[in-house]
């Protein structure tokens, strides 16, 4: 079974940066084909921030992040990343990896593996 464990949150100041990072193991690690980052702020809806094909040959964000953030992922290392740029507020939110698209589009669809969560908290 594939297991994704997420590292590398935490506190920063308004304006500041974050890289997260994914760990994929078990399973088919093919799945890294398609990858993507969740948040969920307290008391919202999750929300599909970042999503890519295999060697970025499609990159995909929700608005808010645009400009901001950047996925990627290193096939030799199993690992995928989210560096997170000019981090706002707003961008406070347990942060999820995730895998396995079941249906639906790659930022609102189904997915059927997630990692555990890091938490990102900015400061204003």
């Known amino acids: 079974q594939v297991q994704l464990v997420e590292s590398g949150g935490g506190s920063v100041q308004a304006g500041g940066s974050l890289t997260l990072s994914c760990a994929v193991s078990g399973g088919d690690t093919s799945i890294m084909n398609l990858m993507g980052w969740f948040r969920q702020a307290p008391e919202k809806a999750r929300e599909g921030v970042a999503a890519?094909?295999?060697?970025?040959?499609?990159?995909y964000y929700t608005d808010s992040v645009t400009g901001r953030f950047t996925i990627s992922q290193d096939n030799a290392k199993n690992t995928v990343y989210l560096q997170m740029d000019s981090l706002e507020p707003e961008d406070t939110a347990m942060y999820y990896c995730?895998?396995?698209?079941?249906?639906?589009?790659?930022?609102?669809?189904?997915?059927?593996?997630w990692g555990q969560g890091t938490q990102v908290t900015v400061s204003s």
């Open positions: 890519m094909f295999t060697g970025g040959t499609g990159t």
């Open positions: 995730v895998a396995g698209l079941v249906r639906g589009s790659l930022l609102t669809g189904l997915y059927r593996d």
